[in-house]
C-alpha cells in the first residue's frame, strides 16, 4: 500500500475507535520497509543514545480518550525488544 493508501485506512479505523471523525492532518505517518532492506530483513526497537525513559513510558499512553493504546516490545520500559516485553505490553 502506499502512504496515502495507508493514511486512508488508518483515518477510517482511527475514527471509528476515537468515536469521532479524525482529520488526515491530525497524524503523521513514519513508515520504512525493513523487510526490504539488504542485511536487515526485519529489526527490533532500540534505545538510541538521547532516548529517556519517559519517551518510552509516552509510547504506551493512550491515544484517544476514553483509551486507544499501542502495545508492543517498543512501549515497555521492562523487557522492551523481546517478546516477553511485547506480550506483558498487551
Not at 493508501?5 to 476515537?18: E, S
Not at 536487515?40 to 532516548?51: L, Q, R, V
Amino acid at each position: 500500500m502506499t502512504d496515502e493508501q495507508i493514511k486512508v485506512l488508518l483515518t477510517k479505523r482511527m475514527g471509528y475507535f476515537a468515536n469521532r471523525q479524525v482529520l488526515q492532518n491530525e497524524f503523521t505517518i513514519y513508515r520504512t520497509n525493513w523487510r526490504n532492506k539488504n542485511n536487515f530483513y526485519g529489526a527490533f526497537s532500540y534505545m538510541h543514545a538521547n532516548t529517556t525513559v519517559e519517551d518510552w513510558e509516552n509510547m504506551a499512553k493512550p491515544v484517544f480518550e476514553p483509551g486507544w493504546y499501542f502495545c508492543g516490545e517498543h512501549t515497555t520500559t521492562n523487557y522492551r525488544g523481546t517478546v516477553y516485553g511485547a506480550y506483558l505490553s498487551g
